[in-house]
């Protein structure tokens, strides 16, 4: 098992930044692959980015492409979501997640077994 804790989470101006940083307990963080979902309020929660153990391979959405950055520390148990040119559209509570899955790729919620408790990120126009 593992205990995550997001923070970094916020308000901020349409185009502006944040760092979200999701803290992890145990010894075994670089075995698991990590990702960031979003849940607006009435929405389903998506997919945002992912990494793997090794920080070898990410993935992101569409919709955040060429904007967001995953990134990772094993030896702070930590990975963090560098949030830029930031738009209304990306209000949402942020989730970070651990995957036991060997997948390249770990896009879907239901292959993440532990989950934080979420960061409020709210984008102003």
């Known amino acids: 098992q593992v205990q995550l804790v997001e923070s970094g989470g916020g308000l901020v101006q349409a185009g502006g930044s944040l760092r979200l940083s999701c803290a992890a307990s145990?010894?075994?963080?670089?075995?698991?692959?990590m990702g960031w979902f979003r849940q607006a309020p009435g929405k389903e929660r998506e997919f945002v980015a992912t990494?793997?153990?090794?920080?070898?391979?990410?993935y992101y959405a569409d919709s955040v492409k060429g904007r967001f950055a995953i990134s990772r520390d094993n030896a702070q148990n930590t990975v963090y979501l560098q949030m830029n040119s930031l738009k209304p559209e990306d209000t949402a509570l942020y989730y970070c997640?651990?995957?036991?899955?060997?997948?390249?790729?770990?896009?879907?919620?239901?292959?993440?077994?532990?989950w934080g408790q979420g960061t409020q990120v709210t984008v102003s126009s």
């Open positions: 997640a651990a995957s036991a899955s060997s997948k390249r790729y770990v896009v879907s919620p239901e292959a993440y077994g532990n």
């Open positions: 990494i793997s153990g090794s920080a070898g391979s990410t």
């Open positions: 145990g010894r075994t963080f670089s075995r698991y692959a």
